[in-house]
């Protein structure tokens, strides 16, 4: 009776040794798919989240993986998930450079929800329109600004919204939101556009868009584009005339949006190891 236990005591160990090996080589992480990169790769991404092809995928720290990939405030991670036995998936979002403040002598730039990117005294080259009037309370790099204005930043945000879908951030070089009732634009050729409270700043950026090449083709590179009344017209006052141009174009359709990329697969090979990719900055301009 005693022999019979002890080689079923024996069967059982050494079962649960087999089952203990395969499940360790059957669950170990051989495939990472990244989705949402467009100016960085998925070696990137995988480098920042410390994931190593081959280890188990029961001790990945989820968690840990979103904050190290988000140290870097140009990562915005949407989700990070398993895909039993062997798979991990991670969706990511590229904050990309769209505007700029001037802060003591440097500059704060910033994605479209006002989520400071980096502080710098060398911008360099700007792409990027400058938001101006903005009562700038803190800041901190990674998170959204904050000023001493609730509503100045929800209106900015409105308005590169708006000149984002409409692929029209390059026509503008200043953003001013120091008086909400009285909003205005600068465009890269020095025309000022008055916005008014903005309420209907998507058919604003139509007019823009519609009106700024006929005034092009006019030779007019100052003055004044009045789109307060977007629903009824817009009206130019050059720099050098005391009266308006008369009628100006209707403004053309909004563009439909630019696709979502397709995802990038990172397959294991046959010796794991660790991505040795360096960490890469997205491609910090204001247009794309």
Known sequence: MRKRFALLVLTIATTLAALGFLG???FKVNDVKVQGTVYTSAE???HLAGISLGESIFRVDLDACRRNIEQNPYYDVLAITRAYPDKLSIIVRERQVRAGIHWLGAMLVM?????ILELTSTPGDMHYPIVSGMDVANYRVGERIASNKASQVPAMEAVLQALIEQDATNLISEINVADLSDQYMITTTGIKVRLGDAKG??????WLRGVLPELMNMGFTSGTLDVRSPEKAADFLPTTAATPVPALP???DIPPPTPTPAPTTL??????ATSSAATRTPARTGTR
């Open 250 to 252: 209707p403004p053309a």
């Open 201 to 206: 700043i998507r058919k604003q950026v139509q």
């Open 111 to 115: 994605d479209e929800e006002g989520v």
């Open 44 to 46: 990137d991404v995988l």
């Open 267 to 272: 397959r294991a090979t046959p010796s794991p």
């Open 24 to 26: 360790y080589n059957t």
